[in-house]
């Protein structure tokens, strides 16, 4: 009987133009995406490029391309984004929808 490997973690990449001083906004999603996913993360990487550039792979998949979307992703459809490649089933608490209910 062989066992199987388990699957590696998944690497997220955020390459942004440093010329833009977009820094500050991939490094805040990127703790964003350390704080929420924690070890289920390989890797959080920030690559500097420059000509407007701001991407987001999952494991060298496209999953957020400034261009493409028309701006920036807010913290809560990147971890939306990233949690249906990594789990499905897990539950993001209050950035899936939750509603608070009004004491009477």
Do not use: N
């Not at 133009?17 to 703790?31: D, E, G, H, I, K």
């Not at 070890?39 to 496209?62: C, H, K, N, S």
């Not at 992703?73 to 897990?90: N, T, Y």
């Amino acid at each position: 009987m062989t066992e199987t490997a388990p699957k590696p973690a998944p690497r997220i990449a955020i390459t942004y133009c440093s010329m833009c001083q977009w820094m500050l906004r991939a490094a805040w999603l990127a703790q964003e995406l350390l704080s929420t996913f924690g070890q289920d993360l390989g890797e959080v990487a920030l690559i500097p490029r420059t000509g407007g550039i701001f991407q987001i792979t999952y494991d060298g998949e496209l999953i957020w391309d400034r261009k493409t979307e028309g701006g920036f992703p807010d913290s809560k459809i990147l971890k939306q984004r990233v949690r249906d490649r990594l789990d499905p089933q897990r539950s993001l608490g209050h950035v899936d929808g939750h509603v608070a209910v009004e004491s009477v």
